[in-house]
C-alpha cells in the first residue's frame, strides 16, 4: 500500500535479566495507514508499551524492521510524539512551560514558540492556567497538557500509551471525545495502546489484538461503526463480545510465565536499559 | 434591565443624581450608591457577599464608586481570566473552574452593554490581580528574625546569666560577661566580620569546587548504572574515613595556608553533595526521560532539560548539609593549621594569658550568625521556591 505511514517488518524484542531471556514481543508485523485511529489491545503485561516505544523510537527491537514513510526508523523522529499514561510533565515546568517542550528542544525561538504553544493552551482549555504548575492541576487537565504538548511540534502520527488509563471515568471520557474530534478534524494518525475494550471500539479505526507473551498479533479488527459511537448501541455490544472473546483466551495461560511475567518486572528490565 | 439567563438576577437602576446598583440573589441584598454603600444581609451567604464588598472597596478610590454595571453572581471576580465581547455582540466571560477554563456568555444585553459590562470586568480583574509576593532577602529577615517572641527569650536569658554573673562574682576567664561579648561584637564588628568574611570565602571555594565535580560525578553514576556499581563503593570507602584524620596529610601536601582550608572543604563537602545529587537524579521517572528523548533531546539537552533541573533540589539539599559541616571543619582547620580566619581568632583569645573569653564567644556567635543569616536567607529561599512546584 502507498499510503501507509509506517511499516513494522517482523519485529521481535527480548530483555535479557542475567541468564533468563524473556522473549516479550515476537514477530509482529503491521502497518498502520495515514489517519488510521489504531488501538492494539491486550491484558498487561504483554509488551503492548514495548511495542509502542518501538514505533516511537526510544528502545530498538531486538530483531525487524519499523519504516516510518518508508525509510527505517533509528531513533525518535520530530513527526512522532507520544501521550503518557502518567503524563510524564516535567514538575518545574509551568503548564505554558511544559507544552513548548518540543519546540524548544526543536530549537524555535522563545518569543515563537511562547506564541504557539498559547494557541495549544486555549485549544486544550486551560487558560488561566498556563502559568501553574503541574502539581497545582488535577489528572484530567495534566493529560490535557500531555496532550497539548504532543500536539504542539504539529506530528504526524501521536502514540497513546494508556493515556485515559489513569483518569477518573468522567473526565476519561470527555477527553476521549474531545480526541476523537480532534483525530476526525486533523486527520492525524494516532495508535493507542490500551487494556480496556470499550474504549478501544469508542475511538478507533482499527483494533489489533495481541496474545500473551511472547506478545504476537492475534487479531485485526475493523471498526466500521459509524460516528458518533453509541457505547449502548446494538453494533457496539456485538463488537464489544466478539472483542472480549479474542481477549479471553489470551488471560488464562499467563500463570506459568514466573517472577517476570507480571507487568512491573517487564517494566523494570525496560527501565533498566533505557536509562 | 433584567438578566434571567443564570438563575441571578442584577438590576442597574439609574435615580437622578446618583448611581445605584442593586445586586440581589436569594436573600442578599447590596446597594452600592455614590455616596454610601448598603449591605442588608439576612442570609448565610455573609462571608461570600464579605469578599464581594471588599473587592469593590478599592474601588472606591479609583473608581468613586461610579459602578455602573455588575457581573453576574455565579461568576466569582476571583476566577475570571478574561471578558470580551464576541463577533456577535454578547459578552463573554472566561473563568477559571477546577476542570479548565469555562466562558459564559451574558444574555441579553445590546452591545453597548456589552462593552460597558466587559470594560467594567477586566478594570475590576486587573484591580484585583495582585503580583506574586516578591519575598526579598531583607524580608525573609525581617519575617525570621524580627518577628516572633524568641527574641524576648534570648534577651531574658542574657539579663539571667549578666545577674548571674554579677551576683556569684565569677571571674571573667571562667564565664565571660555577655554585655561584655556584645560590646566586643559591636566594637570590633569590622575585624569580625572581615574575618568571618575571610574563613567564609575559603570555605564557599572549597565546597563550590566539590559541588561542581561531585554533581558531575554524581550524574554520570546517577545515569549510568554499571558506572555506579564500580564508583560508588569508593566514595563510600573515602566518605567513611574520618575526616579530620585527613588534615596533617594535605597540611603536608600544600602547606598551612589558605589552600589547606580551601582543600579540606572540598574533601569534607563532596560525599553529602554527591549522594543527594545521585539520589536525585536516580529519582527521575523513565517517563520524563522518554518525553525528553522523544522531543530529540540528546546528552546536553537532556542534561539541561531534564537532569539538571530535577537534581537541582536535591544539589541545594546536598550543599546545605556540607555547608554546616564545613563551618565546623573550617574551625578546626584554623585552629590547627593556623590558617588566618574567624577560627584562628578565637583559638587566639581562647588561649591568650589571661584568655579573653569574651573575645572568643565574639568570635563564636559571629561565625553563628553568618551561617544562620546564610540558612535563612539563602537556603531557605531557594527551597521555598522549590516547594512551589513540589508535593
Known amino acids: 500500500m502507498t499510503n501507509d505511514l509506517m511499516e513494522l517488518d517482523r519485529i521481535c524484542k527480548a530483555f535479557h535479566k542475567s541468564e533468563t531471556r524473556l522473549a516479550v514481543l515476537d514477530r509482529v508485523s503491521l502497518s498502520v495507514g495515514e489517519g488510521d485511529f489504531l488501538c492494539i489491545i491486550g491484558p498487561s503485561g504483554r509488551g503492548k508499551s514495548t511495542l509502542l516505544r518501538i514505533m516511537a523510537g526510544l528502545t530498538d527491537a531486538t530483531s525487524g524492521i519499523v519504516k516510518f514513510h518508508g525509510s527505517p526508523l533509528s531513533g525518535p523522529h520530530p513527526k512522532i510524539t507520544m501521550v503518557f499514561q502518567t503524563f510524564a510533565l516535567l514538575p518545574w515546568k509551568t503548564v505554558v512551560e511544559n507544552i513548548e517542550l518540543g519546540l524548544k528542544l526543536q530549537g524555535m525561538p522563545k518569543k515563537e514558540r511562547r506564541e504557539l504553544s498559547m494557541k495549544y493552551v486555549e485549544m486544550v482549555g486551560l487558560r488561566g492556567f498556563e502559568n501553574n504548575y503541574p502539581v497545582e492541576l488535577s489528572g484530567g487537565m495534566r493529560q490535557r497538557v500531555g496532550f497539548a504538548r504532543a500536539l504542539a511540534t504539529d506530528p504526524e502520527m501521536i502514540l497513546l500509551d494508556e493515556a485515559f488509563s489513569a483518569l477518573d471515568e468522567f473526565t476519561a471520557n470527555t477527553l476521549r471525545a474531545e480526541i476523537v474530534r480532534l483525530w476526525r478534524e486533523t486527520g492525524k494518525t494516532f495508535v493507542m495502546v490500551t487494556h480496556s475494550i470499550s474504549e478501544a471500539l469508542q475511538l478507533s479505526s482499527r483494533i489489533i489484538v495481541m496474545t500473551a507473551r511472547p506478545g504476537r498479533m492475534k487479531e485485526s479488527f475493523e471498526v466500521d461503526i459509524p460516528w458518533p459511537r453509541e457505547k449502548l448501541s446494538q453494533e457496539f455490544a456485538e463488537r464489544e463480545i466478539r472483542l472480549f472473546a479474542s481477549l479471553r483466551d489470551e488471560l488464562t495461560p499467563s500463570q506459568n510465565i514466573g517472577e517476570l511475567g507480571n507487568s512491573d518486572g517487564l517494566k523494570l528490565l525496560y527501565n533498566q536499559e533505557n536509562r | ?391
Not at chain 2, 48 to 71: C, D, I, N, P
Not at chain 2, 125 to 145: C, G, K, N, W, Y
Not at chain 2, 245 to 251: D, K
Open chain 2, 1 to 391: 434591565m433584567l438578566w434571567t439567563g443564570l438563575g441571578v438576577w442584577v438590576e442597574m437602576v439609574v435615580q437622578e443624581e446618583r448611581e445605584l446598583l442593586v445586586f440581589q440573589k436569594e436573600a442578599h441584598l447590596v446597594k452600592l450608591t455614590r455616596k454610601r454603600l448598603v449591605v442588608d444581609l439576612v442570609s448565610r451567604h455573609r462571608s461570600s457577599l464579605k469578599t464581594f464588598v471588599e473587592s469593590h472597596r478599592h474601588l472606591q478610590k479609583t473608581m468613586g464608586w461610579t459602578l455602573h454595571l455588575a457581573y453576574p453572581a455565579e461568576i466569582e471576580i476571583d476566577h475570571v481570566i478574561d471578558a470580551r465581547v464576541s463577533a456577535d455582540g454578547t459578552a463573554q466571560v472566561t473563568t477559571k473552574t477546577s476542570f479548565g477554563s469555562r466562558t459564559v456568555t451574558i444574555p441579553e444585553l445590546t452591545r453597548e452593554e456589552a462593552e460597558r459590562l466587559t470594560s467594567e470586568i477586566n478594570a475590576l480583574v486587573q484591580a484585583i490581580e495582585r503580583p506574586r509576593p516578591h519575598r526579598s532577602a531583607i524580608m525573609v529577615l525581617r519575617t525570621q528574625f524580627v518577628k516572633g517572641e524568641w527574641i524576648f527569650v534570648l534577651i531574658g536569658l542574657f539579663v539571667f546569666w549578666e545577674v548571674f554573673v554579677a551576683l556569684a562574682d565569677v571571674p571573667a576567664d571562667v564565664i565571660p560577661i555577655p554585655s561584655k561579648i556584645v560590646a566586643i561584637m559591636i566594637e570590633r564588628a569590622y575585624d569580625l566580620s572581615s574575618m568571618v568574611v575571610l574563613s567564609y570565602r575559603n570555605l564557599l571555594l572549597g565546597i563550590t569546587f566539590s559541588a561542581l565535580l561531585a554533581m558531575s560525578l554524581a550524574f554520570a553514576t546517577g545515569l549510568k548504572g554499571k558506572l555506579d556499581l564500580s564508583l560508588t563503593p569508593l566514595v563510600m570507602l573515602v566518605y567513611s574515613l574520618p575526616d579530620l584524620a585527613l588534615l596533617p596529610i594535605i597540611v603536608h601536601w600544600v602547606g598551612t595556608g589558605a589552600l589547606s582550608a580551601v582543600f579540606m572543604c572540598s574533601v569534607c563537602a563532596f560525599a553529602p553533595i554527591y549522594f543527594s545529587v545521585r539520589e536525585g537524579v536516580k529519582a527521575i521517572p523513565t517517563d520524563q526521560f522518554e518525553v525528553v528523548r522523544i522531543f530529540g533531546a540528546r546528552k546536553l539537552a537532556l542534561l539541561k532539560e531534564l537532569v539538571f533541573p530535577a537534581a537541582w533540589p536535591s544539589l541545594v539539599t546536598g550543599f546545605r548539609l556540607s555547608f554546616m559541616y564545613c563551618w565546623q571543619i573550617i574551625l578546626a582547620i584554623e585552629m590547627i593549621a593556623l590558617v588566618p580566619g574567624i577560627g584562628y581568632y578565637i583559638k587566639e583569645t581562647a588561649m591568650a594569658s589571661p584568655p579573653r573569653l569574651d573575645a572568643a564567644f565574639a568570635g563564636m556567635l559571629a561565625v553563628g550568625i553568618a551561617v544562620l543569616v546564610t540558612d535563612r536567607c539563602v537556603f531557605a529561599r531557594i527551597e521555598d521556591r522549590i516547594g512551589r512546584w513540589r508535593r
